[in-house]
């Protein structure tokens, strides 16, 4: 039997850390949508620009109002990158 096998610290795999930060992963996913978003606006004119436009500024409106409701002051520093 092997010894070692049994004296090595197990690793909880669903926890597990590959050096990916939430902040880098979502940054992927935003790039990624880049190219979709380019490619409907060339499709669809402007009214998907402006439909687009509209719900970037409806969630942040909805995030802030979310904030003011919990009581949060600093609401711009929460709401944009630093």
Known sequence: MNTAALTAQ?????HAHG??????T????QMALV???LYGFWLFGWPAF????????????FE???????????IKRTLLPS
């Not at 979502?26 to 996913?29: K, L």
């Not at 802030?64 to 600093?74: D, E, N, P, Q």
């Open 50 to 61: 402006f439909l687009w436009l509209l719900t970037i500024l409806s969630c942040l409106g």
């Open 26 to 29: 979502m940054f992927r996913v």
């Open 10 to 14: 197990p690793v909880a795999s669903p």
């Open 64 to 74: 802030a109002l979310s904030l003011k409701l919990m009581g949060v002051t600093r």
């Open 35 to 37: 190219p979709a978003t």
């Open 19 to 24: 050096g990916n930060s939430v902040t880098r």
